[in-house]
Nanobody
């Protein structure tokens, strides 16, 4: 049974930082590109960042470049999202997702491309 479990969310003041983790089990982690998405109340789920199977390439939503960093540790089946200079508009539930792919350098910003999802972790940024 595949499980993705996010952790590290919480409440932080604007300008602060959080590091989210996503622990994967029940799958061959290195066969999956990984992504982070977020969903704020009343809004659609949106792409945050993605990382290829080996971790060699990373991609970000344009509005988040320079503040967020995605990384992975294939030996530990973990993917991370470092979030710096947080803003109130970053408040959302953050989800990690796994995309099974045969390609080493592929990634996707489309939620429909992802095969498995975590339950999400709440991030609240106060002004």
């Amino acid at each position: 049974q595949v499980q993705l479990v996010e952790s590290g969310g919480g409440q932080v003041q604007a300008g602060g930082s959080l590091r989210l983790s996503c622990a994967a089990s029940g799958l061959t982690f290195s066969n999956y590109a990984m992504g982070w998405f977020r969903q704020a109340p009343g809004k659609e789920r949106e792409f945050v960042a993605a990382i290829t199977r080996s971790g060699g390439r990373t991609y970000y939503a344009d509005s988040l470049k320079g503040r967020f960093t995605i990384s992975r540790d294939n030996a530990k089946n973990l993917v991370y999202l470092q979030m710096n200079s947080l803003k109130p508009e970053d408040t959302a539930v953050y989800y990690c997702a796994a995309d099974l792919t045969i390609y080493l350098n592929t990634w996707s910003a489309a939620p429909t491309e992802y095969d498995y999802w975590g339950q999400g972790t709440q991030v609240t940024v106060s002004s």
